[in-house]
């Protein structure tokens, strides 16, 4: 019998024990039960796999091949969801490794000839770590993806443009301003400034690290857009050393008005808009 | 050949763009606005542009000119309703339309209109 049927032959017929001996091995590696994912699940997932093995394996053992896709589909799936749920990428990896222990017994159960032992588990050895590193990239891929989408979701999160008064809208920026953050950054205070009718629009920059040129250069723009629309900016929250970098960059912050703080600046807004704060009773 | 009306309003004459703007409708836009404010003798010209999607450098250009053209004919001009998207391309182009009064809407356009013509006193208000 060849080898690649031989090996499908032997998942085939031991299924049901491979996959309790599979589980157990998994359970004994990860140092007892797993409450990430119910022992259900587990063995639903092998017993899975197993069938999509036995139906690719008597193939050969391209897994990139049209009869592997499932297979491969298969551990997409599983490694999407390790990665979702938390697993690390050996305990991922590990899933489809400890496969190989029972898989080899069963080899060596199979058939008494030493040759096609031996020639069996290299066989079973490529298949199943071929699948591991697909596995394993899959969840790299995985994690990648979410990694991406938290630093979407940060970047909105990062902007939220506040209103202070009746015309006056506030946008505290805080950590480091790049490109791609001060285009998300003028465009949604541009779009509040429209929807809220603001005339007066502050940015405060006490949560910025550092200011370099290229900030600077944001900056400026923001706020020589927000004029071309009608209104006016305020900057506020400049730090004495970021005071020191402006001027020792030579960054000319010419016609643009800067208050030290954000009250400073509401201040500033409340005198622009013709109001007044007082004390309604003398404490 | 479309044209973009200007329309007045006592001292002041109104130019509504409601359609995008291409390089020969500015021109004759040029035109037309010079020899409506020589003609009519208005003091203040409201630009209003908040149908304006799409900006190039060319129209940029036109419009911080005809701010300066109407500048020299003593009518002072204030561009309104221009769109987040319009601002953020022509702060990209580099033009940051140096001297060219803006406002958010017409509304209040046209009270600082009033209030930039006043202070200059040149406006002749009816009284009565």
């Given amino acids: ?106 080899i060596r159960q199979g058939t008494k000839d030493p040759a096609s032992v031996a020639e069996s588990t290299w066989a079973v050895t490529e298949m199943l770590d071929k699948l591991g590193l697909h596995t394993v990239a899959f969840f790299q891929k995985s994690r990648e993806e979410v990694i991406a989408r938290q630093q979407e979701d940060l970047l909105e999160l990062s902007t939220p443009v506040v209103k202070l008064w009746d015309g006056v809208v506030a946008l505290p920026m805080i950590g480091t301003l790049d490109s791609a953050r001060t285009q998300v950054v003028m465009e949604s205070l541009l779009q509040r400034i429209v929807e809220t009718g603001s005339e007066i629009a502050i940015i405060d920059i006490t949560g910025v690290p550092t200011v370099d040129t290229l900030v600077a250069q944001h900056l400026l723009k923001t706020v020589t857009a927000i004029r071309l629309m009608g209104a006016d900016c305020i900057i506020s929250g400049i730090r004495p050393q970021i005071a020191q970098t402006i001027v020792h960059l030579g960054i000319d912050l010419e016609g643009i008005t800067t208050k030290a703080t954000l009250a400073d600046a509401l201040a500033l807004a409340f005198k622009r808009s013709g109001l007044t704060v007082t004390r309604a009773k003398t404490a | 050949m479309d044209r973009i009306p200007i329309l007045r309003m006592g001292d002041y004459l109104l130019v509504t763009i409601q359609v995008d703007m291409h390089d020969q409708l500015a021109m004759t836009l040029q035109d037309d606005l010079t020899t409506a404010v020589q003609r009519t003798g208005a003091k203040g010209v409201l630009i209003d542009i908040s149908a304006l999607e799409m900006v190039d450098s060319f129209i940029g250009r036109m419009i911080a000119n005809l701010s300066r053209m109407a500048r020299i004919l003593d009518a002072r001009t204030m561009v309104v309703g221009m769109r987040p998207a319009v601002a953020i391309t022509l702060v990209e182009l580099g033009l940051s339309l140096a001297g060219v009064d803006t406002a958010l809407d017409v509304e209040r356009g046209m009270r600082r209109l009033r209030e930039a013509v006043e202070e200059a006193g040149g406006s002749i208000v009816d009284e009565g």
Avoid: Y
């Avoid at chain 1, 031991?14 to 119910?38: F, M, Q, Y």
């Avoid at chain 1, 049209?66 to 690390?88: D, I, K, M």
């Avoid at chain 1, 990428?89 to 898989?103: G, M």
């Fill in chain 1, 1 to 106: 019998m060849p080898t690649p049927a031989f090996v499908a032959d032997t998942i085939q017929k031991n299924s049901a024990g491979l996959v309790s001996d599979w589980l157990a091995e998994l359970k004994a590696l990860a140092g007892g039960a797993d409450h990430r994912i119910s022992e259900g699940e587990l063995k639903e997932q092998g017993t899975e796999f197993i069938d999509l093995l036995a139906a690719a394996a008597p193939t050969g053992t391209d897994i990139t091949a049209e009869p592997w896709r499932p297979v491969r589909e298969f551990l997409e799936r599983t490694s999407r969801s390790r990665a979702l749920q938390g697993f690390s990428s050996s305990e991922t990896a590990t899933f489809v490794f400890s496969l190989k222990r029972p898989l080899f017994e069963r």
